[in-house]
């Protein structure tokens, strides 16, 4: 039987957890998800988790955080003051904006914390420091 490899399109169904056992995605009940392997339109992990699975082949797998989202970066913290942001924005901690950076490139950013001149943002994703268990079926192989 054919096995994954590098630059084949596949898809997949998977279910990724947290290693408390906290499900933060799934495909189950929507179409599974297509990529090209090893092409770094998933994370590094999981191209090495589905390298060599076999059509219909199931299997879990724990990605560390090195291999998944990377380490949480401290650099990724910054704190902005309240005047520089846009007036009908009314900054909650949870809330997510968009910075731009100095290339103009947009960067998602979580409020972390609210002070009364300013606010504190991570850039940092959401998953970032996190190891990760990913429930992966090979649905197809083009």
Do not use: C, W
Not at 20 to 29: A, H, L, N, Q
Not at 101 to 116: H, K, L, M, S
Request: net charge negative.
């Amino acid at each position: 039987m054919r096995k994954v490899k590098a630059k084949d399109v596949i898809k997949v169904h998977y279910t990724g957890k947290l290693i408390d056992g906290e499900v933060f995605d799934s495909s189950v009940g929507r179409d599974p998800i297509e990529f090209t392997v090893a092409s770094g339109q998933m994370i590094k992990g999981f191209d090495d988790a589905v390298a060599g699975m076999e059509l219909n082949e199931k299997k879990t797998v724990e990605i560390s955080a090195v291999n998944a989202y990377g380490d949480h970066n401290q650099d990724m913290i910054q704190m902005v003051l309240k005047e520089n942001l846009p007036s009908e924005i009314v900054p909650e901690i949870g809330q997510q904006l968009s910075a731009i950076a100095d290339n103009g490139q947009q960067i998602p950013v979580t409020i972390v914390e609210v002070n009364e001149k300013d606010i504190k943002i991570d850039a940092n994703h959401a998953l970032a420091g996190k190891d990760l268990i990913f429930e992966i079926e090979i649905v197809e192989i083009a």
